[in-house]
């Protein structure tokens, strides 16, 4: 455990930049180094994936594990199924989660990674293809592999050249090219990820209908064209939405009724108890229709300076009602 020296002074906050600076512009160049040698091993790498008929299993030991992890995730989130296993456990029982229709995407720095190499003759006798991503295209993972990707950096961003740091990073970045390429080939569309992210924000929004989200039947804020300014009122002020449709005997919204609209009718000096609603309503009010995504109404409020409008169908039928605030609750905001 390192022990803190209160006799050496602390560092300076210059250094500490210069420090941080160096560590990004070495694993930079790696990264560069990395594009700059990308040969026809990568295409057939795509390929390998790209016709996979089961899943991606990645494998990795230590800090290669973890950056498996993250590929496993990211290839998971872009439509490559693909899942990560501890190749320590697959000794143990977890191998049985691997098919003989899946790749194994197997992580390791040297290539000679030992739980790796336990369970490569098992794999290979099942028929699994293998890709390997390592720093040394001359070690036995690499050899065995059907396809080998080398990820090798002339130097750690650690001053000893000893933690794996540029070497990971080389690592995670291949894996994410691999994923970004599949997810190109495969016409990949923001609806594809929206479905694998249903609870990020993104997903709602691509998910999320107009008809999901609005208020339908008795929630619906609506009175008859002859009703009274009171009635309106009355009716607008239950349903909590802060404005009520004004339909015909078909249901057929002839106008809408705000809390804007009474303020209007106020400064005119109108007689609230002596006007019909549909005398201070207003006309050809801005409406959706439920087949339509929720988030699409935002630019829609927001240009027109309105908080809620109604749904309606192809006969101009109220069908629904809803507000800011609902798409607020919805997530699509």
Known sequence: MAVHNPLR????????????RRVLA????????????????????????FD??????????????HIGGKIAATLASTGTPAFFVHPGEASHGDLGMITPEDVVLAISHSGETAEILTILPIIKRMGVRLLALTGAPASSLARQADVHLPVAVAKEACPLDLAPTASTTAALAMGDALAIALYETRGFTPEDFARSHPGGRLGRRLLVYIADIMHTGDRIPRVGVGASLPDALLEMTSKGLGMTAVVDDEERLCGIFTDGDLRRALNRGVDVYKVAVSDVMTRHPKTAVSDHLAAELVPLLRSHNISGLFVVDDKKRVVGALNMHDLLKAGVV
Do not use: Q, W, Y
């Open 9 to 20: 002074p602390s560092p300076d906050p210059d250094s500490l930049v210069s420090l941080g």
């Open 26 to 49: 070495l694993e930079g160049e790696a990264l560069s180094a990395l594009a700059s040698g990308l040969t026809e091993s990568f295409a057939r790498a795509c390929h390998l994936l």
């Open 52 to 65: 996979c008929k089961g899943r991606i299993v990645v494998v990795g030991m230590g800090k290669s594990g």
